[in-house]
Structure formats: structure tokens, C-alpha cells
């Protein structure tokens, strides 16, 4: 079976090399270096990355990772290259269910953040899984929108989300939602079905965790 964590990890290492540290990426306010720096906070360094989603613990999150991002270059992409047998999120046992979608969104956090980029063609089963995922994500991705969102991915499925209210329909490859539902509505190819000032207010809410 494809490891698509392993492939999208590897490819984002690339590319962290290829563009350099101070590259753009489409996490407001970060450079490639800065995310990098994330990225091995998130695998190596569990008391941090629990800032990630806890308030009280993000100011110890963001000591940590600023501190990682003065590491060398090189070395700061090699740790992120390495995935840690032991952590909590990228063992054996957790890699592909919880490094998946996180290594997708971050290569094209990179990819993307540049003008001119193309969306690239993914296998089938690569989509079948990103839309999982998705899917599977979708009400907490949702759960601050007042909206009743109807979202499909043709050819593979759909599902409902958002906290109720008008009616409005995603429409888009799986990888593309993928990207959308974690907060990068604008660097997407996604078709929003909705009252004008209910899609502007759709494509610039905060979703994601």
C-alpha cells in the first residue's frame, strides 16, 4: 500500500530545500523556515505541540518553535525529512492516519504560496483518502460557520456540515476540499453555491481546528 504520508513528507522536504528558508507560505506570517520549525515541534517536541490546540499552552508552543527555527537550515529540513519513530504522531502505527492530510496541506502550504501554481493530478486513491479525511473532519472544520454546507466531492461522496442555517454547497476534487476545509479557501479550485456575501463570508472564515 502507498504511504502517502511518507510521499508527501519526503516531497515537502524537497521542496523546503528547493525554494530555501525564506520562502512564502500560505500560513500568514510564516516563512519556509517557519513552518519547518512547526513541523518538528508538532513530532518531536509533545509538550509544545499541545499549544497547537490549547490557548493556555501557546506562548511555551511558540518559544519552542522559534528557538527550532534557529537552527540551521539544512538541519531544521533534515528533522523534518526524519520522522521520529517514537512520537506520538508519526510511529508506525499513527503515521498515515494522523501525517496524511497535515504533510498534503503543509507541501502545498508551500506550493501554492507562490503565483503561477498548478494543481497537481493525484491518483484516485490518493483522493479516496484525502476525502476521508476531509469528510471525516469536516463538522469541526465547520462548526463556527451559520450555515447548513452540503459538500461533495464528485465521484467519490458527500457529506453535511456547519452549524445550520442557509444552504450553501462546496463542490471540488477531494484534495482541493482537503485544502479549503483547513483553512485555505483562497488557494483553492472549490465551486461555492451560495449567495455572494454568504461565499465571501464562507471563504474568509476561520475554519480548521
Known amino acids: 500500500m502507498a504511504s502517502y504520508a511518507q510521499d508527501e ?7 523546503f530545500l528547493a525554494v ?22 508538532r513530532e518531536r517536541r509533545p509538550d509544545a ?9 501557546r506562548g511555551h508552543a511558540e518559544r519552542v518553535r522559534r528557538k527550532l527555527a534557529d537552527k540551521p537550515y539544512p538541519e531544521l529540513v533534515g528533522l523534518v525529512r526524519a520522522a521520529p ?5 508519526s510511529n508506525p502505527l499513527t503515521d498515515a492516519a494522523v501525517n496524511t492530510l497535515e504533510f498534503f496541506v503543509h507541501h502545498e502550504d508551500v506550493r501554492r504560496a507562490t503565483p503561477g501554481w498548478r494543481a497537481r493530478e ?10 476521508r479525511r476531509a469528510s471525516g473532519s469536516a463538522r469541526l ?10 459538500i461533495q466531492a464528485p465521484g467519490y461522496g458527500e457529506t453535511t456540515a456547519g452549524a445550520g442555517g442557509q444552504r450553501v454547497r462546496l463542490i471540488g476534487p477531494p484534495a482541493e476540499l482537503a485544502l479549503f476545509l483547513s483553512g485555505r479557501q483562497r488557494a ?12 465571501e463570508r464562507l471563504r474568509t472564515a476561520r475554519l480548521g481546528i
Open 9 to 15: 513528507r519526503r516531497a515537502l522536504a524537497d521542496l
Open 122 to 131: 493525484l491518483p484516485r486513491d490518493f483522493q479516496e483518502t484525502l476525502w
Open 49 to 57: 505541540a499541545a499549544g497547537i490546540v490549547i490557548g493556555a499552552l
Open 85 to 89: 519513530w517514537w512520537s506520538p504522531v
Open 20 to 41: 530555501g528558508p525564506d520562502a512564502p507560505t500560505l500560513c500568514e506570517g510564516w516563512t519556509t523556515r517557519d513552518l519547518a520549525a512547526h513541523i518538528v515541534m
Open 188 to 199: 483553492t479550485r472549490v465551486q461555492v453555491d451560495a449567495p455572494p456575501e454568504v461565499a
Open 141 to 150: 472544520a465547520l462548526r463556527r460557520v451559520r450555515a447548513a454546507v452540503l
